[in-house]
């Protein structure tokens, strides 16, 4: 794995995941400059990308794709590829402060025993799609479909509002409510969460010229993973982190001290129940 530790790649990278630009000394293509963002706003064809405003529809989507490779990105479709493209170019990344969320599946494998296979790939594949375009909806990046779960993150450039930690805990609700937790019947597949605010280094890793994928790495990536494994059914576990970061009101719900894989002292969280304000 390659990882570059270039104070000056980290700049690039800290400017571009805080504010969705690069510094003003890094030469840019003419398509990817400021005054170009504002010609494309005026493109008549929707979707487009929410950061440059290039269209990915008709006519002008067409012609964008063939003549500029611009195309909706792997990590989030609401995003042209610009960004893949941009790690490729600058081989390394930063550490900063994101949100990251996990949504798992409860009891995968004994709802697995209660179905044939083509039946649990049914269940599987659509809580990927539910899950992550409710991530994109909010401004998340999906970093992994992983065997019955899915791993996103939030940065400030492209989170809702900007505010990364309530973009991750309002896009962890939505998960929870369109998998049918908080309804008198029950949902249609169960469903835990977990979202935790701190530093994690954000950037590319790989093989220059070969395969590059954006990823997240560091030891608050581990801690969001274990809250969505202390989540119950229909539960959203969120760090007190989060919720400080998120302006978030704790009225009404459950405070828990954890003690998580890794960490010596108890965890403090808040626990968001599907249905609950």
Known sequence: MNVNRDPQVEQVWRSYLTTGKVPEHIKVPWYESASMRAVARRLPAD????VCYYPFGG?????????????????NPRLCNVCERFAEEHLGGAELEVSLL????????PLAATMNAYQFSRV???????????IYEYGGM??????????????PAFAEDRNYARAAVRAGR????????????????????GVHTGDAYVGSVGEPGKHIDITVLGDSVNVAARLSGQAQEGEMVISEAAVRKGGLDTTGHEF??????????????????????
């Open 124 to 134: 599987i594949n659509r809580f990927y799609q539910l899950t992550t375009n409710t």
């Open 142 to 155: 999906v970093a992994t479909l992983v065997g019955d779960g899915v791993a996103a993150f939030f940065v």
């Open 59 to 75: 006519l002008g989507g067409r012609m964008l794709r063939s003549f500029l490779r611009l195309e909706p990105s792997r990590m």
């Open 102 to 109: 996990f949504a798992d599946i409860r009891g995968s494998t």
């Open 174 to 193: 939505a998960i929870l409510a369109a998998t049918g937790h908080g309804k008198t019947d029950r949902p249609w597949v169960p469903v835990g969460v």
């Open 47 to 50: 979707p487009r990308c929410q």
């Open 256 to 277: 828990r001290s954890l003690t998580l894989k890794g960490k010596e002292e108890p965890f403090d969280a808040w626990v968001y129940r599907a249905g609950a304000p």
